[in-house]
C-alpha cells in the first residue's frame, strides 16, 4: 500500500531540494506518470549535526587564539601606557626637585654673601658686649633662614609660648631628620649654640658664618673631643648662653627617631638648666638624608614642648625621647 501523489515532472524533480529532517532518516519519495504508477525509491541518508572534521576544529581554535592574542595585546599596551604615564610623572617630579633643590642652594648663597658682610662689620661689637649670647648675629642668621626657606615651604610653629627668653640658657634637643632642620631652628630667632662637624667648618660662607655665630666644634670620633665640646656647652650655660643638641647623634636615614645620647642631658644636670624638647614634622621628607641636591615640595611642622627640669640625666633622657616620638608616632612617623 502507497499513497498516491500527483506525477511530478522529472525537471522539477531534480531541480527541488531533497528535504533533510532533523536526524539521520530513510525518505521515501513515491511518484507516478504516464499509463501506469511508477514508483521511485529513494533512500536518502542525513547527518544534521555532523562532527567536525579535524580541520575545523583547528580554524576554529586558531580564530579563538587569534582573538585572545589580540585581546591581551591590547590590554597590555593599556598597561603598559599607563606604566609609562606613571613612570613620566615620576620623572618629571624628580626633575622638578632638582630644580628645586639648585634654585634653593642658589637663593641661600646669595642670601648669605649679604648678610655674612653684616655679620663680619658687626663681630668686634659682639665681642666687646655680647661674647657668649651673640644676639646680633643670631638675628642675621634668622632673617637668612626665614629669607631662604619661605621661598620654597610652608613652616608652621606650635608651642612658641613654650620657649624661654633670649636671657635665659637652656638646653635644647629634637630630633634630626634632614639638612633643612638647622634652617628651620634658626627662624626661631633663639641664641642657642649648635654643635657640628669640624668639616662643614672649612665651607665658604656657610662655615665662616657657623664661627661667627659660636657653633661649636666636633670630631665625631674623637673622645677627646666630645669631652670638650661637653666642657665647652657646661661653660657656655653657665654664662648664660643656650646649647641645642640633636641626641641622635646624626640624621634619620629612615625617617624614624634613633636612640637618644645622654651628653645634652648630662650638661643640663650639671648646669641646672631646663630642657627644651622640639619636635620636627616634614624636613625629612622635603630633603631627605643623604640626598641634599633634590627639594621636595610639601609643609614643615615644629612643635616646640614645654620644659623639663630633673637631677638625672638618665630620666631627663627618657622624659624628652618619649615626648617626641610620641609626637612623631601621632602624625604618622616611626620610632626605633
Keep these: 500500500m502507497g499513497t498516491l501523489l500527483r506525477p511530478v515532472p522529472a525537471a522539477a524533480a531534480s531541480a527541488s531540494p531533497v528535504p533533510v529532517a532533523s536526524s539521520s532518516a530513510h525518505v521515501a519519495v513515491v511518484g507516478g506518470g504516464g499509463c501506469g504508477a511508477r514508483s521511485l525509491r529513494h533512500r536518502v541518508s542525513v547527518r544534521a549535526f ?25 590590554a597590555g599596551g593599556a598597561a603598559a601606557a599607563a606604566a609609562g604615564d606613571s613612570t613620566q610623572s615620576l620623572s618629571e617630579l624628580h626633575v622638578a626637585s632638582r630644580v628645586r633643590g639648585a634654585c634653593f642652594y642658589l637663593v641661600t648663597a646669595v642670601t648669605a654673601i649679604f648678610l ?8 668686634p661689637l659682639v665681642l666687646l658686649f655680647d661674647r657668649y649670647r651673640r644676639r646680633a648675629q643670631h638675628y642675621i642668621a634668622k632673617i637668612w633662614a626665614t629669607l631662604t626657606i619661605s621661598m620654597f615651604f610652608k613652616l608652621e610653629v606650635e608651642g612658641i609660648e613654650n620657649l624661654p627668653p633670649n636671657s635665659s640658657p637652656a638646653v635644647y ?9 638647622i634652617y628651620t631652628l634658626l627662624t626661631l630667632g633663639r641664641c642657642f649654640k649648635f654643635i657640628s662637624k669640624t668639616s662643614i667648618f672649612m ?12 657653633v661649636i666644634p666636633l670630631r665625631r670620633m674623637d673622645s677627646r673631643s666630645q669631652l670638650d665640646c661637653l666642657k665647652r656647652c657646661v661653660d657656655l650655660v653657665g654664662k648664660g648662653a643656650s646649647v641645642f643638641f640633636f ?16 651628653g645634652a ?52 633622657c627618657s622624659e624628652a625621647r618619649n615626648v617626641i616620638a610620641d609626637t612623631l608616632l601621632l602624625h604618622g612617623y616611626g620610632v626605633h
Excluded at 580564530?63 to 592574542?69: E, I, L, N, P, S
Excluded at 625617617?255 to 645620647?261: H, P, V, Y
Excluded at 620636627?280 to 643623604?290: A, D, E, Q
Design 50 to 74: 555532523r562532527a567536525p572534521s579535524p580541520q575545523v576544529l583547528a580554524m576554529r581554535w586558531q580564530r579563538r587564539r587569534d582573538t585572545v592574542v589580540r585581546s591581551d595585546v591590547v
Design 173 to 181: 634637643v629634637a630630633n634630626h631628620q634632614s639638612f633643612l632642620d
Design 203 to 214: 665651607f665658604p660662607i656657610i662655615g665662616w658664618a657657623m664661627y661667627l655665630l659660636g
Design 247 to 262: 641626641p641622635e647623634g646624626t640624621r634619620s636615614r629612615d625617617g624614624k627617631l634613633g636612640a637618644f645620647k645622654r
Design 116 to 123: 655674612f658682610v653684616a655679620m663680619v662689620a658687626v663681630h
Design 265 to 316: 642631658f648630662s650638661v643640663a644636670t650639671k648646669t641646672g638648666a631646663p630642657v627644651i624638647p622640639i619636635t620636627l614634622i616634614g624636613t625629612g621628607k622635603l630633603m631627605p638624608s643623604g640626598m641634599e641636591g633634590i627639594l621636595n615640595s610639601g609643609s614643615v611642622k615644629v612643635i616646640i614642648h614645654r620644659p623639663i627640669k630633673g637631677n638625672d640625666a638618665e630620666t631627663l
